[in-house]
């Protein structure tokens, strides 16, 4: 089931990077464009076992830098580094509980944005930071909470539609014996 989920998972990475760069209408409400990696990564770091996340990440990095003027590699490394938290800290975190969803949602798109500066300051790299940026670092927040939300149930259940479910074993076993009392 842990295949499945990480090439669900894989797969949404790369479309929600191409749709976040295909549609402008969010970008012209809002005023920039929306990121769902870290949402994507907060989710498979706690649902996807041994680093079936990554891919997601890496995939996802990929084509956002592919499609960004970013060097290669600067979206990789936030990604991985959240990830890596997270799946580090998993039996830490209440999975279920929707409050910690969002705040997991929200830090994760916080610190993505803020490490991808980071890294292009020290690549010698000159970001657009203004008024603008703190605008988007509000946007990029709340809507990694809420993608982060959203992105539960809607991949549990498409890894329930798509994985393979066990038979379960029948409750009468053909190699039992029965014993019978004196009556």
């Known amino acids: 089931m842990n295949r499945t989920r990480a090439i669900i998972l894989t797969a949404a990475a790369a479309g929600g990077v191409f749709l976040a760069a295909a549609c402008d209408a969010p970008a012209r409400l809002l005023g920039v464009r929306l990121q769902v990696l870290p949402a994507l990564v907060v989710y498979g770091a706690l649902s996807v076992e041994r680093g079936g996340w990554a891919w997601a990440a890496v995939v996802g990095a990929a084509c956002r830098d592919s499609l960004s003027a970013n060097p ?11 990830g890596w938290i997270l799946a580090e800290h998993r ?29 292009l300051l020290t690549l010698g790299e000159e970001p ?6 703190l605008w988007g ?8 909470g809420v993608l982060s939300l959203l992105a539960f149930p809607v991949f549990d259940w498409l890894t329930d539609r798509f994985a393979y479910q066990p038979v379960t074993p029948p409750s009468f076993r053909p190699d039992r014996e029965i014993t019978r009392g004196r009556y």
């Not at 290669?72 to 959240?82: H, K, R």
């Not at 657009?128 to 940026?133: C, Q, S």
């Not at 670092?137 to 990694?144: D, E, F, V």
């Open 128 to 133: 657009l930071l203004g008024w603008r940026f």
């Open 91 to 119: 039996e830490i975190v209440l999975r279920e509980s929707l409050f910690a969803r969002w705040i997991l949602g929200s830090l994760a798109g916080a610190v993505y944005p803020l490490l991808s500066v980071a890294i």
């Open 72 to 82: 290669v590699g600067v979206s990789l490394i936030p990604l991985l580094l959240i």
């Open 137 to 144: 670092m509000g946007i990029w927040t709340l809507s990694g």
